[in-house]
């Protein structure tokens, strides 16, 4: 074998490793048109190779980064100064379905017959980064957790006494108006116990009792509840289900808290009587359950807000209840509590659970 056959077949070695790493492979002449596009490269960015050759690197990058970009790459060509090249940086690019992602990239240059040839490393760090958000806000949630707890037993002892002699109080106290202030305070008691509860389930969940739970008949069983809590308030209810059995393993109590919660959401929602539909749905390994109403929906600004602590529309409400119901849906992998609305028309709560293997 002479030496030409040796060069092209460690370049055929090259070229197939280049070409199936797991890492995207993106080079760019100095005009920006982009000369090389891995496999890898095509996984994450949805193009095929036919389709990204030749053209424009911004068919890739959102026009802010791909500015920059261009700017950084005629920056170099003058001037030899390299600002990202040997570094590793973060920039947002675009999938071919439009949406965006974060992406870790490393630069490097390479001149050949006096051209400029430019290679990005690319790594999609979408997942990375929801991990670190998840730790982030586990590590908050826990450091909450403790000030809640101290903060809630100093409320507690002297909220259990007022409430105690307010309610001596109002068996002996024969005046009218008197008797409605007791009342009131008697009313504010009970609602900040019931807050301090609620912000003990959401910083300090209790521990999951994690059994095979048959959705169906829970579900039967939350629409019988809701049917009888409608039906004097012009409010018709339906039940569907693809599946006459569907096996899960969850908490039962906290899962049927959860779908009582968003009933009652849903009931809340629509004042002037409507339609409240409980669906389920067998889709493939994973059941998703739908809770629809055809109430006043929720503003589209206001609905990534939805499942945020202490948010709320309604005069009397902690803004609790969505933010305990999702962290239940989602504590267990595979779980995944969301939402569609439209204001005016309606909304539409999901809850995706995937079902027992066994």
Do not use: W
Request: hydrophobic share 35%; with cysteine; aromatic share 6%.
């Amino acid at each position: 074998m002479g030496k030409k056959d040796d060069n092209n077949h460690e370049l055929a070695i090259l070229k197939s490793a280049v070409d199936n790493t797991n890492e995207g492979l993106v080079t760019i002449d100095q005009d920006h048109k982009v000369y090389f596009f891995n496999k890898a490269a095509e996984r994450i960015f949805g193009y095929g190779r036919a389709e990204v050759i030749g053209r424009d690197l911004n068919i890739i990058m959102t026009p802010g980064c791909s500015k920059e970009h261009r700017n950084s790459v005629e920056r170099y060509a003058k001037t030899r100064v390299p600002s990202q090249i040997g570094h590793d940086t973060e920039l947002i690019a675009t999938r071919k379905n439009g949406k965006t992602f974060v992406a870790n990239i490393s630069f490097s240059v390479t001149e050949v017959d006096d051209k400029l040839f430019f290679t990005g490393i690319v790594r999609d760090i979408t997942e990375t980064k929801n991990l670190q958000k998840q730790i982030s806000r586990s590590e908050r949630l826990a450091a909450l957790g403790q000030f809640i707890a101290e903060i809630s037993h100093e409320i507690k002892n002297p909220l259990m006494m007022i409430g105690g002699f307010a309610r001596q109080l109002a068996r002996h106290i024969k005046n009218k108006k008197a008797r409605e202030k007791l009342d009131i305070i008697l009313k504010e008691v009970l609602r900040l116990e019931d807050l301090l509860k609620q912000l003990k389930e959401f910083y300090m969940p209790n521990p999951m009792t994690v059994e095979q739970i048959e959705v169906i008949s829970l579900l039967d069983e939350i629409h019988s509840l809701a049917k009888a809590d409608c039906e004097d308030k012009n409010i018709s209810t339906s039940f569907k289900t693809d599946k006459k059995e569907i096996i899960i393993e969850r908490d039962r109590n906290q899962l049927k808290q959860v779908l009582l919660n968003l009933v009652k959401n849903s009931i809340e929602a629509m004042d002037g009587g409507g339609h409240l539909a409980i669906n389920a749905e067998h889709n493939g390994d994973a059941v998703e359950i739908s809770i629809i109403d055809n109430g006043c929906g929720i503003p589209e600004a206001d609905q990534d807000k939805v499942f945020s602590p202490f948010y709320t529309t309604k005069t009397h409400g902690s803004g609790l209840g969505l933010s305990i119901s999702k962290n239940i849906i989602e504590c267990q992998d595979g779980g995944s509590c969301t939402l569609e609305s439209k204001e005016g028309e309606g909304t539409v709560f999901k809850i995706r659970l995937p079902v027992s293997s066994e």
